[in-house]
């Protein structure tokens, strides 16, 4: 495990128990306390945990972390969600893409396809994001045509939300979003930590003709804080491959088209 694993299991257990002990840690993580202490340290001096004596709590963003430190375990599902994602989009359309993890590799995936790099006249691609993080990246891409839709960014993501984000989205139309949720449930629907979050992807969701929700196995069936719209809404769920078949079949009966990356 190398030091980026690391800190980000040690965020994880932060996020999951809300406090982690140096011992415990060290043991679980098979390395040495010294190299915990130093781990935490370093977290905290980015205000991403507080320190305790013999251990560290989670601060007040330890639920809400930049993409640079979120988990990277779940980085090859994701980027066989991502690439089957993809795959949905033909050159021409307009996209939308929310923030987070997935949806930076969705972006990643588009960019990288043969066909979106050639010459058309015109963009292959029209991408909408309220991220600020894949608005950079794709704004290198000749053919690719990028629509930021404005906001104030919260500190703690590269996302941005608000007024002005919901006063720009009225007046446009997409014919795909790719939304990536923190829990989607086949009653409670597609959910996200922050409200500010919910309600963007929520007005992305209502201006598109094709809803697509991202998510690994691992966010089926969970819950967070503010819903973004209810299963019913969603056309087509992309997760991995362990997705739980009667949780699938379940999302199914939702009318929600399930592909599994």
């Known amino acids: 495990m190398n030091r980026h694993e690391r800190l980000t299991a040690?965020?994880?257990?932060?996020?999951?128990?809300?406090?982690v002990d140096v011992e415990v840690s060290a043991g679980e993580l098979g390395v040495s306390p010294a190299t915990i202490r130093r781990d935490l340290d370093h977290l905290a001096g980015r205000n991403?945990?507080?320190?305790?004596?013999?251990?560290?709590?989670?601060?007040?963003?330890?639920y809400d972390l930049p993409l640079r430190h979120k988990a990277a375990r779940n980085a090859p599902e994701q980027q066989r969600i991502s690439a089957a994602a993809a795959?949905?989009?033909?050159?021409?359309?307009?996209?939308?893409?929310n923030g987070g993890t997935t949806s930076t590799e969705v972006g990643r995936a588009l960019a990288t396809r043969p066909d979106m790099g050639e010459p058309t006249g015109g963009p292959a691609l029209t991408v909408v994001t309220n991220a600020l993080n894949i608005a950079h990246e794709l704004a290198v891409r000749p053919?690719?045509?990028?629509?930021?839709?404005?906001?104030?960014?919260?500190?703690?993501?590269?996302?941005?939300?608000?007024?002005?984000?919901?006063?720009?989205?009225?007046?446009?139309?997409?014919?795909?979003?790719?939304?990536?949720?923190?829990?989607?449930?086949?009653?409670?629907?597609?959910?996200?930590?922050?409200?500010g979050d919910a309600s963007t992807n929520r007005l992305m969701a209502a201006?598109?003709?094709?809803?697509?929700?991202?998510?690994?196995?691992?966010?089926?069936?969970?819950?967070?804080?503010?819903?973004?719209?209810?299963?019913?809404?969603?056309?087509?769920?992309?997760?991995?491959?362990?997705?739980?078949?009667?949780?699938?079949?379940?999302?199914?009966?939702?009318?929600?088209?399930?592909v599994k990356a």
Do not use: Y
């Open 207 to 258: 201006r598109a003709r094709q809803v697509v929700v991202l998510a690994d196995s691992g966010k089926l069936g969970g819950h967070a804080f503010a819903k973004i719209c209810a299963t019913t809404d969603v056309d087509v769920l992309v997760t991995d491959g362990r997705a739980d078949p009667e949780r699938v079949h379940a999302f199914e009966e939702e009318g929600v088209r399930v």
């Open 87 to 97: 795959r949905m989009v033909d050159p021409g359309m307009v996209v939308g893409l």
């Open 10 to 19: 040690l965020l994880d257990m932060v996020g999951e128990r809300e406090k």
């Open 48 to 62: 991403l945990v507080v320190r305790t004596r013999g251990g560290a709590v989670a601060s007040n963003v330890a």
């Open 143 to 195: 053919n690719i045509k990028i629509v930021v839709t404005g906001g104030v960014a919260r500190q703690q993501s590269f996302d941005l939300s608000g007024p002005l984000s919901q006063l720009f989205l009225d007046q446009i139309s997409l014919d795909l979003v790719f939304l990536g949720v923190d829990a989607f449930d086949p009653v409670h629907g597609a959910q996200a930590h922050h409200e």
